[in-house]
């Protein structure tokens, strides 16, 4: 199936650290959407993007919609400890793509962990 | 609270012994969804339903089973566990679509 290739697979911050990380693919997305997971729960939703070159924040984050809309990113700014945990992409293709209004597709996840 | 609550949160099973995972949700959503979350593969949809008694398979839908018989629930069916179905598995919720699916916490499975 369709995948979404997400970098940096990990990386480790200190605290008031800017932080980005971004999520690209070979086919067009009409919907990219960041998720955040703490350990022991599911992921939960940060943000939502629904046409390219939108950009929209929550808070510290701040994510587009890539011009292309082959590609996604999200950055957090000024990084507190709460901010560990694993960020996923997850985007949903256009219908004349194969995609349908249930299919949503993940990423592999961004690992944060505090540096040591 | 609105939530999507599953059931187990943790089960040890045999290979072989047909088992079933609850979901449910209070918010009067239209879609849900199954995923499987593995170490280095992330989340993969394994079905969804975008209503009662309309579901479709997602990207591993090998070896299980759903049905959407009342809107709040959707269960997940192993009528046949193997050991490769051993997994993190989240149940999705959404009132439009894939726009937002709200996640329950999980059922780790094992299966031996």
């Known amino acids: 199936g369709q995948q979404l290739n997400q970098s940096p697979q990990s990386m480790f911050i200190q605290e008031g650290e800017d932080v980005s990380m971004n999520c690209t693919s070979s086919s067009i997305f009409n919907t990219w959407l960041w998720y955040k997971q703490d350990p022991g729960e599911g992921p939960v939703l940060l943000i939502a993007?629904?046409?390219?070159?939108e950009l929209t924040s929550n808070g510290r984050l701040t994510a587009q919609f890539g011009i292309t809309r082959k590609d996604s990113f999200l950055n957090i700014s000024a990084s507190i400890p709460s901010d560990v945990g694993i960020y996923f992409c997850a985007g949903q293709l256009p219908i004349l793509y194969g995609g349908s209004q249930g299919n949503l597709i993940f990423g592999k996840g961004t690992k944060l962990s505090v540096k040591p | 609270e609105a939530q999507v609550t599953q059931n187990p949160r943790y089960l040890i099973t045999v290979t072989g012994k047909k088992l079933t995972v609850t979901c449910s949700q209070n918010m009067n959503h239209e879609y849900m969804s199954w995923y499987r979350q593995d170490p280095g593969l992330g989340l993969r949809q394994i079905y969804y339903s975008m209503n009662v008694e309309v579901t479709d398979k997602g990207d591993v839908p090998e070896g299980y089973k759903v049905s959407r018989k009342e809107k709040r629930n959707f269960p997940l069916i192993l009528e046949s566990p193997s050991p490769n179905q051993t997994s993190l598995y989240f149940c999705?919720?959404?009132?439009?679509?894939?726009?937002?699916?709200?996640f329950g916490s999980g059922t780790r499975l094992t299966v031996v």
């Open positions: 993007l629904y046409k390219a070159g």
């Open positions: 999705a919720s959404s009132f439009r679509g894939a726009r937002g699916y709200t």
